[in-house]
């Protein structure tokens, strides 16, 4: 097999780790605009998933900067969210008693169009879970896309392309978290995956899917990559 090439990209990560709801979207680009094109579709809330991960679940919602393999920078965009919720107010989604305030307002005008008491709603954060997603389908979400472009440094090359992998090792000052997507397998492929249930996801951009063998000096065979996963699970 040969050996990874050291390449830069940018790799957004959309994300719940173990738990009641797993999940672990992985998009690795080049460009802010083709970030922006995934963030887009998850600020479009289908079915209220978006909003319900990132207010109750915490989600890991990210860029991670990779310069030639090395791990620098992380972009959380939890500040760059606003969440609205119509009639009620907006507030960024980094600000978590907001949010859950938001989702309270928006269970009392279901309430109230209901004809139902919306005293008899517990408001208390730690029930805002246990509830019709229909509370989360209402709330709206925007990106300040150019925070974020300020916030992204330019890319070194040699850049990460379709159809390449790239290896990537921790540089950063702080302790590598525990549970990101990012320490899936030994690389990083360029386009979007979903990599806790193993799918191709659509992108900005055409890129292989998960099943193709790369050729040239990433190639990598999907069976062998699975004993890397084994081994980096191992190693914790």
Known sequence: MAALREKSCYALELSVGPGGSRWGELHAYTEPEHL???IDGF???????????????????GVWVIQRGAIVGFVDL?????VTVPGAGTAPLSDTGACDRLVVARRRQLALESDEDPDEFEEEADELDDVT????EAITMALDYEALRAALPPLEAPLLASGQR????????????????????KSVRFGSYEVECGLTLDGPIPFP???????GDDAVEDDEEEEDDDDDDASG
């Open 78 to 82: 939890h500040p760059l969210l606003a």
């Open 43 to 61: 600020c479009q809330n289908r079915g209220g998933m978006s909003a319900y991960h990132g207010i109750w679940y915490g989600a890991r919602l």
């Open 36 to 38: 922006r094109w995934v």
């Open 133 to 136: 997603f229909e509370i989360y």
């Open 209 to 215: 899917p998960l099943s193709t063998i790369f050729d």
């Open 166 to 185: 790239t290896a990537r090792r921790w540089c950063m000052d702080e302790a590598r978290p525990q549970g990101i997507y990012l320490f899936v397998g």
